[in-house]
């Protein structure tokens, strides 16, 4: 089963709107990270958030991760066209490996 | 730049056929890994390897096996392609941790795989 559900799995808006996902894990972590997918290439690591860090911001993102909930969230601000594509949250597998399991992502598509 | 090189972008083979998917970083990183992503199931963890000469079963291993033989180079070959192979298969490389984490993943442009 999946360690990282995303949702919704897909989002539609417009240019300039914010968008919002959202992660849900199953357990313990010592950090979550985030990924882009653009259609048919690789993943780019966004933003890593550590098990002590209740909120991080990088450029437009910003992440929060909630431990007691097991749950992160991803914001994008003043989406652009170049936004879209597919995020994923991706957690360890277990503490200190250096497998990750990744959700099955969330596709964005910014209207122009 | 850093990278991560898969050799081929897409890739059509038999079915029976013996494929050889190639991936070369050049980081120096300890870690690389082989996912395959299919659409509803997400990323799959196939094999992965902490260091030369080394290999661990992911979750998916059946029918494919892996080869290491330098630290830049990790391959994944399909003994004898089915048609459910055909699939995008993502190579990641990964490097030492820094202060207990994992700074995560640089993954290449993957290869599109079709199984006639």
């Known amino acids: 089963s999946q360690q990282g559900e995303e949702d919704p799995q897909a989002l539609s808006i417009q240019e300039g709107e914010n968008a919002t996902m959202n992660c849900s894990y199953k357990t313990s972590i010592n950090n979550l990270q985030w990924y882009r997918q653009n259609s048919g290439r690789g993943l780019v690591h966004l933003i890593l958030i550590r098990s002590n860090e209740r909120e991080k911001h990088s450029g437009r993102l910003r992440v929060t991760l909630d431990t007691s909930k097991k749950s992160s969230s991803l914001l994008i601000t003043a989406s652009r066209a170049a936004d879209t594509a597919s995020y994923f949250c991706a957690t360890e597998t277990a503490p200190g490996t250096y497998k990750y399991i990744f959700g099955t992502g969330t596709r964005l598509k910014v209207l122009a | 730049d850093v990278k991560v090189t898969q050799s081929s972008r897409y890739l059509v083979k038999r079915t029976g056929e013996k494929v050889f998917l190639e991936c070369v970083q050049d980081m120096d990183h300890e870690n690389m890994f082989w996912y395959r992503q299919d659409p509803g199931l997400g990323l799959r963890l196939i094999y992965f390897?902490?260091?030369?000469?080394?290999?661990e079963k992911g979750d998916i291993p059946e029918g494919y096996s892996v080869s290491r033989e330098k630290k830049e180079r990790f391959s994944l070959i399909l003994e004898s392609a089915s048609t459910n192979q055909t699939s995008m298969y993502l190579c990641?490389?990964?490097?030492?941790?820094?202060?207990?984490?994992?700074?995560?993943?640089?993954f290449g442009s993957g290869t599109r795989l079709t199984v006639v």
């Open positions: 390897s902490y260091d030369v000469k080394m290999k």
């Open positions: 990641a490389s990964s490097g030492p941790l820094m202060a207990g984490v994992n700074y995560g993943y640089t």
